[in-house]
């Protein structure tokens, strides 16, 4: 049967994109679709204009430290509209750069919703077929909100970047590191931040050390954390509710900005002020809530199950080492896959998928030790086993230290780091390695390099400091803090 394409992926992410370019490269007759945005979430509601809004809060309060090194400046407003239209077209740039790359390397691409109509068979929004020999499915995740009454009240991150005007408060539901990043930027951008989870500790999964470090800082930011505190309860705020969590109406209970929230609270409408009520039977009224509490991948209403594709507990596409799935002729590759949910790690998997498919040469996907970073304040990075995670499997050595570093001690600034590596006491391999520090994103891609390649404490230990540095101390720390 004659196909009218070799390969037809399905999500112009940054995962589809790259499988898609590389497979045209190599011959192969390639089509994508894509029903919103070309990029993804990454590119238009993730990577990108996060890392960007992070880099504008990274500025407050950056007058008081200059003031230390001699500088006079004087604190100005942060401009919202100034920088949302900015970044608008910032991301209107790349979906551009992205549409270019496909074109340019003799992709036909459909702005459209595609779905599974058959194992070889897709079917566009507007009812038209398209056959594929091979159907790639990138379709990534989308965020979740609890399913609780009114949970339409709150946004999620994919409208966080649409702000006409930045809210004056907002509450923040989640631990995870969405949940964390954004409390740290609203918060640098001057909104009032409280933060809900209902765990013990934020950033559950990375290392405990590391985590309880980040949670102190975010507090002493101004964060207002309520950890093991969940919504019981959330509605479109009247004038009967108040801006406190004492549940007064009255303006001193509701602070500073009362005057503000009640005449906010007239409207009492999902565009305007949201009453919640805490597990704890606090109440208080935000300007917006934020659901942070996690990511589907996308493959409701696609057809796959139809098709024969095995769909796990969670909605994600089941696949083997090779990204197959359970029909030979659809494969799936990124968020919606559910393993390890990276851009970095979906462009792989795609570039994985075509050496398999296309360049006979079958190619599996490498999932370990993967270096990642959480764009906190101070941000976090982070490589292999936490210390908890490490001595369950094997008696470890734990070399750390925390301190002050230079810039900040000299402003009188408290901000502290963290150096962490776990090693194995009978290899001594380097099994983790945990970074809390400005810039740490960029520290951990070069500590992963070591990491991956298996080195060993002592590798560590004969490489000369960079002075003065904050990250000499990965190479300095010569005694165990302790051993389990």
């Known amino acids: 049967m004659a196909f009218d394409y070799d390969l037809f992926v399905i999500g112009g992410g940054s995962g589809g994109v790259r499988a898609a370019r590389v497979a045209a490269a190599a011959g192969a007759r390639v089509a994508l679709a894509e029903e919103s945005r070309m990029g993804g979430t990454c590119v238009i509601r993730g990577c990108v204009p996060k890392k960007l809004m992070v880099f504008a809060s990274s500025f407050d309060g950056i007058e008081d430290e200059a003031a230390a090194y001699g500088w006079k400046m004087s604190r100005g407003d942060f401009d919202w509209p100034a920088f949302s239209t900015h970044l608008r077209s910032e991301l209107d740039r790349l979906e551009e750069v992205y549409r270019s790359l496909l074109d340019g390397s003799g992709v036909e691409t459909f702005d459209s919703r595609a779905t599974i109509a058959g194992p070889n068979t897709i079917r566009l929004a507007d009812g038209t077929e398209k056959t594929a020999g091979h159907i790639l499915v990138a379709t990534g995740g989308w965020p979740e909100k609890p399913s609780m009454p009114n949970a339409e009240l709150g946004i999620t991150s994919n409208e ?41 500790q934020i950033l559950r999964g990375f290392d405990e050390e590391a985590r309880g470090l980040i949670s102190e800082a975010m507090q002493e930011r101004g964060i207002d954390l309520h950890l093991g505190t969940n919504i019981v309860a959330m509605a479109p705020a009247s004038a009967d509710h108040t801006a406190s969590w004492t549940g007064t109406a009255t303006d001193a209970a509701m602070g500073p900005d009362a005057q503000t929230s009640a005449a906010l609270l007239e409207r009492g409408t999902s565009d305007g002020p949201v009453w919640v009520k805490a597990t704890n039977g606090r109440e208080q009224v935000f300007d917006k809530v934020l659901f942070a509490t996690g990511r ?57 998928f075509v050496e398999t498919q296309f360049k006979n040469n079958p190619t599996p996907v490498d999932h370990k030790l993967i270096p990642s970073a959480v764009f906190t304040q101070p941000e976090f990075g982070t490589i292999g086993l936490s210390e908890e995670e490490a001595r369950e499997q094997e008696p470890v050595e734990i070399y750390c230290t925390s301190f002050r570093p230079m810039r900040s001690a000299f402003a009188g600034r408290p901000d502290r780091v963290l150096m ?55 190479v300095t720390m010569r005694e165990p803090m302790r051993t389990a």
């Open 160 to 200: 966080i970047f649409d702000f006409e005007t930045l809210p004056k408060s907002i509450l923040i539901v989640g631990g995870g590191y969405i949940a964390c990043e954004f409390a740290c930027i609203l918060n640098g951008l001057g909104v009032e931040v409280t933060q809900f989870y209902r765990g013990a």
């Open 296 to 352: 589907r991948p996308n493959t409701a209403g696609m057809g796959l199950e139809e098709a024969g594709v095995e769909i796990g507990r969670r909605g994600e596409i089941k696949v083997d080492e090779f990204s197959r799935t359970s029909v030979p002729t659809i494969s799936a590759i990124g968020d919606v896959t559910n393993r390890v949910n990276l851009t970095p790690v979906a462009i792989r998997e795609g570039m994985a």
């Open 420 to 474: 962490k590596l776990v090693v194995a006491q009978e290899s001594r391999k380097v099994l983790g390695c945990h970074i809390v520090a400005p810039e740490a994103g960029e520290m951990i891609q070069l500590a992963g390099i070591a990491v991956k390649m298996g080195a060993t404490k002592e590798d560590f230990d004969r490489t000369v400091a960079v002075h003065p540095t904050m990250s000499e101390e990965l």
